[in-house]
């Protein structure tokens, strides 16, 4: 987009800034203020350059409420005071209903009313109250709250806000007025901030209120207007003019000068309505856009407020009624090794059961290790468990002042608690696992998938359902009791008829007659996927050097570094996994030896190309077999093919076969190349 030219006189361009700033002002009531922009950011930003090359060319025409003036200005080296003309009170606390109920009746007496008192309800934003004074409806000072009655100019700071109105919108305001309101970051605007932070390697915020309050510290305001910050309006404090009668009444005129008021603020009739709005409101706080710590209830009535008046710290006409904590303190009982379905053992905090959030909570994840030694949590120890929406209650925090004297750190077991196999983290891993993946029970569902799923064992109908239930009724505990199903106990489960029990005592029968690769990877060992086991077979050729082999000789297969031998070595050294694979054995479980070498092989260093439709067997296998006996497959075809296999409906592969005179075989050849007697399938 190309700058427009600079207006041709002084004249021309005081009235052009004039038109701008209120078009940019526009915008940006609509996109702050009420979450709905008018026009794409390109179009604003030209309009915002315009008018900042009009500032820099006829500085005299700069206004002190123009945009251009929200980008911060050069930092200061303290911040000076501000005295607020009224002081800036806090709230009193109602922790329970009864709080609330006393309350409501305080107001009555004093008030000598029989009927219903009509309240404002209104949700406490977690962030810092701020006090803006307007003069002549211009933004001329903004202070914190500070101990009431003075606090810290943050003038700069407040500018760079948008939701702030620099010109109060309308014709008829006070000539003197104190807006109040929180400053927040909104969550998603939390989230987005710390996304950035970590892509710049800056220290993360903790909350959106640390944020908000390191934001508004800022003695560079050009780093404020950086920070995604929201200005929620919930009040005045001195005003030159009377503002009607009724709070609600305040609240929307502050909307009509352009502030933003809370959408969820409603006018109550009576104590219950108030309860009813804050039970709401609890219910609701997750997905609410910022953070809140309570429901602010404030008499409507402006007359009735000023005959109430005020405590020494707080007005008699409002109430802060807590949220439940998200936090609480409680005693670590024991911390417990938990076993999950892939093998990794996670620390879990077992609790002295306490109430966090409303939610009776007992346990807390402590994730791994290097969580665990961080924040150095201890059996016995005094800790603050945190719940935040519906995740898992966290432990935020040990107190080390009541930790007992005889306190040791947790060590992680070298067996599992589960099956008693050996508990092995691997180098530059953080999860401990246990490496009875064959036969630890908490293991056992995924285990047994694992083993069946098609490219291992391949064993057809035996999906989720069907592994859940025998697994749970104990009729399989490891891979290798599939082998000794019955008929009868199959058909007897949930979701089978007596065919699919059929089809699956056939699929377990074919299944026996397996590749060493897909054995390999059907045990599941971590770390070994289809190409390792893959390189394993081929490096080997057969099981039983494999399970005698040291580290040193397994990273001699390529592909194998020191880390995945480790996991190999380990796994196989497990007393309880070579039972298993006994077992397997026993059962029948087989597979063609590996040729040593490709090139000692049968079909060593022959290369083939497959295409059209084999009979008897997938191009999976068919490739699987050839490469088993030291062949290559490959996609194209070439000089350096030996030999195109053409099944029924072969396209252009063998026609370019014959125009460089490959040699090609049909099914029946390959067959006869392979060994003969290919299993009908
Ligand atoms: O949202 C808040 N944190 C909040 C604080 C809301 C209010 O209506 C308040 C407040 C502090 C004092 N009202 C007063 C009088």
């Given at each position: ?449 694992h083993?069946?799923s098609r490219r291992a ?57 397996t590749t060493l690769p897909r054995f390999l990877y059907g045990l599941g060992i971590q770390h070994v996927g289809e190409v390792t086991a893959q390189r394993l077979a081929e490096h080997f050729g057969?099981?039983?050097?494999i ?7 397994l990273v001699q297969v390529p592909d194998v570094g020191?880390v995945v031998a480790?996991s190999i070595?380990?796994f ?22 590996v040729?040593?070498?490709r ?21 999976d296998?068919?490739k699987e077999?050839i490469e088993g006996?030291g062949?290559k497959v490959t ?47």
């Open positions: 987009m190309t700058d427009p030219a600079l207006p041709a006189t002084r004249d021309q361009a005081s009235r052009r800034a004039e038109a701008l700033r209120k078009d940019i002002d526009h915008h940006n009531y609509r996109y702050y203020v009420h979450d709905d922009p008018a026009i794409s950011d390109a179009e604003y930003d030209s309009l915002m350059r315009e008018l900042q090359a009009i500032e820099a060319h006829w500085p005299d025409l700069l206004t002190r409420d123009s945009p251009t003036q929200r980008v911060g200005a050069a930092p200061a080296s303290q911040f000076s005071q501000v005295r607020h003309a009224l002081p800036m009170l806090s709230l009193d606390n109602a922790f329970e209903e009864q709080d609330l109920l006393d309350f409501d009746r305080r107001i009555r007496e004093r008030l000598a009313l029989n009927g219903d008192v009509d309240y404002v309800g209104e949700p406490k934003l977690d962030g810092l109250s701020v006090s803006l004074r307007y003069e002549d409806g211009v933004l001329v000072e903004a202070g914190t709250r500070g101990d009431g009655r003075v606090g810290e100019d943050i003038t700069a700071n407040m500018r760079t806000v948008r939701s702030v109105p620099l010109r109060l919108r309308g014709e008829r305001v006070p000539r003197r007025l104190d807006v109040r309101g929180e400053v927040v970051i909104r969550k998603q605007d939390f989230e987005h901030l710390n996304r950035q932070r970590l892509g710049a390697d800056q220290k993360l915020f903790a909350n959106p209120r640390n944020a908000a309050a390191g934001s508004l510290r800022q003695l560079d305001s050009r780093e404020t207007a950086r920070r995604p910050l929201t200005f929620f309006t919930f009040g005045v404090g001195e005003s030159s003019e009377p503002l009607g009668n009724s709070h609600a009444g305040v609240l929307d005129l502050l909307a009509e000068w352009g502030f933003r008021v809370n959408a969820e603020i409603g006018r109550l009739s009576g104590v219950e309505a108030c309860l009813a709005y804050y039970r709401e409101l609890v219910e609701r706080r997750d997905s609410l856009d910022y953070e809140i710590d309570g429901v602010v209830f404030k008499v409507d009535d402006l007359e009735a407020r000023e005959a109430l008046g005020f405590t020494s710290r707080a007005p008699r006409w409002a109430i802060a009624y807590k949220l439940p904590a998200r936090e609480a303190t409680t005693r670590v009982r024991a911390i417990l090794p938990s076993v999950g379905r892939t093998g990794v053992i996670t620390p879990v905090a077992d609790l002295h059961p306490v109430e966090v959030g409303g939610v009776i909570v007992s346990r807390a994840t402590l994730h791994n290790m290097d969580e665990l030694r961080r924040k150095d949590v201890r059996p016995g120890d005094q800790v603050m468990v945190r719940r935040a929406g519906d995740v898992i209650p966290e432990i935020t925090g040990v107190n080390l002042e009541l930790r007992p004297e005889d306190s040791v750190p947790w060590e992680m077991p070298t067996t599992c608690p589960v099956c008693g196999s050996e508990v092995l983290r691997l180098e530059d891993e953080v999860d401990y696992r246990c490496q009875g993946g064959l036969v630890c029970s908490a293991q056992r569902i995924g285990a047994v998938l083993f069946a064992l391949d064993i057809d109908g035996l999906g989720e359902k069907i592994v859940e239930q025998l697994v749970e009724r104990e009729l399989v505990k490891t891979p290798a009791d599939l082998f000794s199903l019955e008929h009868p106990t199959v058909a007897g489960l949930d979701r089978m008829g007596d065919k699919s029990a059929d089809n699956l005592i056939a699929a377990l029968k074919q299944a026996r007659e057969d099981l039983d050097p399970l005698r082999a040291s580290e040193d000789e020191p480790q070595a380990h196989f050294a497990e007393p309880h996994n070579r039972d298993v694979i006994q077992a397997l054995r026993d059962a029948g479980v087989r597979w063609p030896v040729q040593g070498r090139d000692e092989a049968p079909l060593g260093g022959k290369s083939f190309v497959l295409t059209g439709t084999l009979e008897t067997m997938t191009r296998e068919a077999r006996l062949g996609g194209s075809v070439s000089r350096k093919t030996d030999y195109v296999v053409a099944g029924e409906s072969a396209g252009s592969k063998l026609d370019k076969a014959r125009s460089l005179e490959v040699p090609v075989l049909d099914e029946q050849a390959l067959i006869e190349m392979l060994g003969g007697q290919e299993s009908a399938s």
